[in-house]
């Protein structure tokens, strides 16, 4: 089995869309996120950017065949294989793999072509309508704007799409099925009826997003995309390129239970699995990116799940507070969160911190990020539908 690498990130968020500018407003201490308006039906977006600022045509000759989540991906997916310093003529494009997770993938264009037929009357949607919308079309548009010609497929398991994307694409490098994979997640989702439906379920935040805070009501919805570019150590070194850091472990459970409320014992096994794929004992993981979504039954279980596994927890924190909730991306966001936390040797902090919950009452860096010197490090995604994913990265 070989050495998995990462040998770059890429990430397009509400607060930044590179990872310098991303880590600085991380690591920010100030409070964020509450919704732009009364309305709780309201989600933070990257921006308001055209399609062509996002990827240049030179990329991807016409992003308006893109849904808007495909473009995201499309433009983090260029950045991580800047970061990386790789191309199709880098190598054998054959043995590049892209593996995106997003769990709605093309809503924004669903509801656009509906609100032409049902509102507007008009009497056919556009012909592009399928093709943006299909849940493989992020995957397929990385593989086409850059050349690869490997497995190419999306994965969709709710808020734990990105992460498990990560772990399948360590696991096709580490058997060597590919050399290189790009792997992460996108999201957006911010149209009107997605927007309603999250509200209608009850989880979004009254005011802003509070992760393990005494006072939290919900989490915040989101848009955005984290890639990372994989690697096996021996393709790097071949082309005298350093990966940031490994893939050591990745972990995968199913609650089998309830769709909507979380079971602790699920996400205590994917972080067991995690741990023992990693060969590391629990004492030895020195930071978590919890999931942490900042709603009152979320953030207790996680909790429980933390103790059962680790004992002593060690230092964690949740950067939704500061990010938002950008659901199938997730993942990918805050595994190039979790690395970045490795390279600067500091813990993000959990923002919008008010008071300690009994439930929740673990040190989770309340509001001001910390040095912490860290060689290992663990991201979660624990989503509905009792789909849990956790992954383990280590400097090298």
Known sequence: MRDVGVSGLGVLTPIGATPDTFWKALTDPFPHFAPPTSCPQVGVPVGEILATDLVAESVLPRPSLCDRSALLAVAA???????????????????????????????????????????????????????????????????????????????????????????IAARLVESGVVDVAVCGGTESCLA???????????????????????????????????????????????????????????????????????????????MTKALREAALRPEEIDYINAHGTGTPSNDPTEVTALRAVFGSVPVMSSTKGTTGHSLGASGGIEAVATLLAMEYGVAPPTANFDGPDPECDLDCVPNVAREHPMRTAMSNSFAFGGLNASVVFQRI
């Open 192 to 270: 009107e009826g997605p927007l309603r439906a999250w509200h209608a379920l009850g989880v979004l935040t009254k005011d802003t997003c509070r992760p393990f805070s005494a006072s939290r009501t919900g989490l915040v919805l989101a848009e955005g995309a984290g890639m990372l570019v994989l690697e096996s150590a021996e393709h790097a070194r071949a082309r005298g390129f350093v990966p940031r850091a490994s893939v050591v472990g990745s972990g995968w459970s199913a609650d089998a239970g309830h769709l909507t409320r979380p079971s602790a014992d699920g996400m205590a096994r994917a």
């Open 77 to 167: 997916a260029r950045d991580a294989l800047d970061d990386a310093c790789l191309t199709a003529d880098d190598c054998d494009p054959d043995r590049v793999a892209v593996i995106v997770g997003s769990g709605a993938a093309g809503v924004a264009t669903i509801e656009e072509q509906y609100d032409l037929l049902y509102r507007r009357r008009r009497p056919r949607v556009s012909p592009l309508t399928v093709p943006k919308m299909m849940n493989s079309a992020a995957a397929s548009w990385i593989a086409t704007a850059f050349g690869f010609q490997g497995p190419a497929f999306c994965v969709s398991s709710a808020c734990a799409s990105a992460t498990h994307a990560i772990g």
